[in-house]
T-cell receptor
């Protein structure tokens, strides 16, 4: 079955700096890769996703890149702000065989003012 | 606006008790999921359902069962609660169409003593 690894487990950056979180997956058939943000005490929420036919996707300060050959994908946050502090989860899914996700273990991002 | 609700935010049960966790979604979603969240382990899939009365085992189904008698409701059952089932339980739903996003409930923090 699919296995998703995520690094680093914790990340601290100064406000205004960039943050990068990396994930690798094992199943080459996976074709959908979402990123969820979970603020303290709140539910996870989708912030960006990418499908396997695309190499990069941007949404304002957030971008995701996908390297299918190497089976890894990354979340990039630019100009970080204190409200970016949260736990971020990556996930992989084969949407041709159901819509369940395999999540990574999470990265706790702290943006220091 | 998708709304996923869970019956309790906090629950304390004794070892050996039967525990019911209820999840309701109001967007006519086909798919529903139960996860448990533990620090450093991310979100692990317990069971999922793609239709009424249908259920499939996820990655960690041991010690759990589920019921989906109505489309909007998905219940997680701990037949005989044990201390290693102390965790945060998250329910999610998705439409089953071309949009793959999973919408999460607020979670139930279950403590088994």
């Amino acid at each position: 079955g699919e296995n998703v690894e995520q690094h680093p487990s914790t990340l601290s950056v100064q406000e205004g700096d960039s943050a990068v979180i990396k994930c690798t997956y094992s199943d080459s058939a996976s074709n959908y890769f979402p990123w969820y943000k979970q603020e303290l005490g709140k539910r996870p929420q989708l912030i960006i996703d990418i499908r396997s036919n695309v190499g990069e996707k941007k949404d304002q300060r957030i971008a995701v890149t996908l390297n299918k050959t190497a089976k890894h994908f990354s979340l990039h946050i630019t100009e970080t702000q204190p409200e970016d502090s949260a736990v971020y989860f990556c996930a992989a899914s084969n949407q041709n065989y159901g819509q369940n996700f395999v999540f990574g273990p999470g990265t706790r991002l702290s943006v220091l003012p | 606006d998708v709304k996923v609700t869970q019956s309790s935010r906090y629950l304390v049960k004794r070892t050996g008790e039967k525990v019911f966790l209820e999840c309701v979604q109001d967007m006519d979603h086909e798919n529903m999921f139960w996860y448990r969240q533990d620090p450093g382990l991310g979100l692990r899939l317990i069971y999922f359902s793609y239709d009424v009365k249908m259920k499939e085992k996820g990655d960690i189904p041991e010690g759990y069962s589920v019921s989906r008698e109505k489309k909007e409701r998905f219940s997680l059952i701990l037949e005989s609660a044990s201390t290693n089932q102390t965790s945060m339980y998250l329910c999610a739903s998705s439409s089953g169409g071309a949009t793959y996003e999973q919408y999460f409930g607020p979670g139930t923090r279950l403590t088994v003593t």
